[in-house]
């Protein structure tokens, strides 16, 4: 053919492009390099635009002696072959048929490399700085880690930050360490613990890499990060970021393929999920999972009231996704089981504590299609009171504010002291378990008893006391005193169609 890059067939490998070190320098060579572990960076490429040219030349700048480098092509509708020999000639292409998604793509260097210490898996749009692989290999044997990320930072303004290595609370929930777009002051450039790097540029040793079996192969996009970091540190790797290494990142999923937002929310709920359920061992699942439902249930029922149907249908579909593989991920648990060499305890120490989620929750960044991006609160009760400055908006909050205190007045008596009798309201078991016990019994006591389902209410009490910690007095005062604000609230979003801003709290305040 006539590009000067090697194209790969299925069969073959790249074992006999790395020396052996025991063999001695040849003639020109210095021993220096010779004697350099192997790299071999993966770069995974799907209809890549005109980044991509500056992230070859990135690869060809490296001053790392013993490195090579194959790109995958994943399915792209033009053969990048002539756009990778124009910048890296002594690069190795293997084309797919497909685009199987990134990991899936990146495994494909255990079928075809042999012989190498690294590999450094990339995005076919991040510009490595000319040190950056050998600042990570230094890094990776200085501190006996299998898994070190650069710092990675906007591709137009180096001097802005994207990510230097990520948290997760203990349902998987990112918690980044910087704020996107931060003013780079080399304030976060320590070498640290952390316990993800993001995938756009990871050093990962290669027999760390081959025992993990690689990426999930059924984490196809967003995520297989995260899930390969944590497995690692379940085999006992230690995962570091080096803020010495530099990479500039378009980020460009937005501009291309079958990816748009909604999907990749979608995805990032499944592969999240799915993570925790593999990762975690017996223990930790019986005491985080309860956790991680109770709070989907919460979203989920806040979503459907806040006209968000689609992130309650992403949340929903997500555990309905992972229960159709769920043999598939007994298998993957077992095949971890036999590399845990540390306990979960010990993989948590890296983990944020509380809820992520949650508080996303409550600085307003879940289900504006942005709940990756941490906005400071001070910008955002800026914002708030700039806002309530604002005439219509003023009269809106202070009428809501209004009818929640006369509610909650009228109501003192009841929610302070014992609760009356009410007809249409009995009495309620003193424990939610009764309650549940009588609707999984599938025997219907009333009368003389008949082999029927019991009223789907007694599920909806018992789950609802569940979540009040088994205070079932706490809830009938909520089913009680509820209605009075959900009436009004109801009202006015019957209204809120009008674009007026008066109609939706006259028509609370008449309906209250």
């Known amino acids: 053919m006539d590009a000067a890059v090697d194209l790969l067939d299925p069969d073959e490998s790249l074992d006999e492009r790395f020396e052996d070190p025991a063999a001695g320098p040849v003639d020109g060579e210095d021993a220096d390099d010779v004697v350099a572990p192997p790299v071999v960076a993966v770069v995974v490429a799907h209809d890549p635009g005109p980044w991509f040219t500056e992230a070859l030349e990135g690869l060809a700048a490296q001053d790392y002696p013993s490195f090579s480098v194959l790109v995958i092509d994943a399915g792209s509708s033009a053969d990048v072959t002539n756009r990778v020999a124009a910048s890296l ?11 199987p998604g990134f990991g899936v793509a990146a495994n494909e260097v255990l079928r075809v490399v042999e012989g190498a210490d690294f590999y450094l898996l990339c995005h076919d749009d991040v510009a490595l700085a000319p040190e950056a692989v050998r600042t990570l290999v230094e890094e990776a044997y200085r501190s006996n880690a299998g898994i070190v990320g650069p710092k990675l930072v906007q591709w137009d303004d180096p001097t802005r930050l994207l990510q230097v290595g990520l948290s997760v609370d203990k349902s998987g929930h990112e918690v980044p360490a910087v704020e996107r777009g931060e003013l780079d002051q080399e304030q976060h450039d320590s070498v640290r613990d952390v316990f993800c790097v993001p995938g756009g540029a990871t050093l990962v040793r290669a027999d760390l890499f081959a025992s993990l079996g690689g990426f999930d192969p059924a984490i196809e996009m967003v995520g297989e990060d995260l899930d390969l970091c944590w ?5 006992g790797a230690r995962v570091l970021v080096a803020p010495a290494a530099v990479g500039r990142h378009v980020e460009a999923l937005d501009q291309r393929g079958p990816y748009p937002g909604a999907v990749r929310r979608r995805l990032r709920l499944q592969h999240r999920l799915r993570s925790v359920l593999v990762c975690y061992g017996p223990l930790h699942r019986v005491r985080v999972l309860p956790q991680v439902a109770l709070l989907a249930v919460a979203e989920v029922v806040y979503s459907m009231l806040a006209g968000r149907r689609s992130l309650a249908r992403d949340i929903v579909g997500s555990w309905r996704w992972n229960r159709s593989h769920r043999n598939d991920i007994r298998a993957a648990r077992r095949r971890l089981a036999t590399l845990r060499a540390v306990p979960d305890s010990e993989v948590r120490r ?4 509380g809820s992520a989620r949650f508080a996303a929750f409550v600085r307003g960044q879940i289900g504006g299609g942005n709940d990756d991006r941490v906005r400071s609160l001070t910008r955002s009760a800026t914002d708030l009171a700039g806002s309530l400055k604002k005439g219509p908006l003023r009269t809106t909050v202070v009428a809501w504010a209004l009818l929640v205190v006369v509610v909650l007045f009228g109501a003192r008596h009841y929610l302070i002291g014992a609760p009356p009798a009410l007809v249409d309201l009995p009495e309620l078991p003193t424990r939610p378990w009764p309650l549940l016990a009588e609707w999984l019994s599938g025997w219907r006591r009333t009368g003389l008893g008949s082999e029927a389902p019991q009223p789907t209410a007694y599920g909806l009490l018992g789950v ?7 205070s079932m007095a706490v809830l009938r005062k909520l089913l009680v005193v509820a209605p009075l604000l959900l009436g009004p609230i109801g009202a006015a979003r019957l209204l809120r169609p009008t674009g007026s801003r008066r109609a939706p709290v006259l028509a609370a305040l008449v309906y209250a």
């Open 89 to 99: 000639p002594s690069a190795f292409v293997r084309r797919l048929d497909a685009n």
């Open 464 to 470: 609802g006391g569940t979540v009040l910690l088994g």
């Open 231 to 235: 497995r690692a540190q379940v085999a």
């Open 350 to 353: 890296l983990q944020s504590r």
